[in-house]
């Protein structure tokens, strides 16, 4: 059964940062793309960050300069870099990988950030 847990989620202050983790029992990890997205309360869930398997990285605009997602294809993991953090950041922050064209496609159960003072 594939699992996808999410860790590093907290809360912060403003200009603060975290690294989120995700670890996935997946195999032939480096073949999937893997993303980040967030539902912050009462909005609708949002793409944060992408990285294929080619490591074409991709950052969604309220966020470039400011986050950077990785992987570790030898640990099955991902990473999400969050630096001067926002209080509009705040969100549950949530890691999927799959393999665009397939099936394969998972989720984690998400990890809460929430930056304020």
């Known amino acids: 059964q594939v699992q996808l847990v999410e860790s590093g989620g907290g809360l912060v202050q403003p200009g603060g940062s975290l690294n989120l983790s995700c670890a996935a029992s997946?195999?032939?990890?480096?073949?999937?793309?893997v993303n980040w997205y967030r539902r912050a309360p009462g909005r609708s869930r949002e793409l944060v960050a992408r990285?294929?398997?080619?490591?074409?990285?991709f950052h969604t605009a309220s966020v470039k300069g400011r986050f950077t997602i990785s992987r570790d294809n030898t640990k099955n993991k991902v990473y999400l870099q969050m630096n001067n953090l926002k209080p509009e950041d705040t969100a549950d922050y949530y890691c999927?990988?799959?393999?665009?064209?397939?099936?394969?496609?998972?989720w984690g159960s998400g990890t809460q950030v929430a930056v304020s003072s």
């Open positions: 999927n990988v799959y393999i665009p064209g397939t099936k394969d496609d998972y």
């Open positions: 997946v195999n032939f990890f480096s073949t999937y793309t």
């Open positions: 990285l294929n398997n080619q490591g074409t990285a």
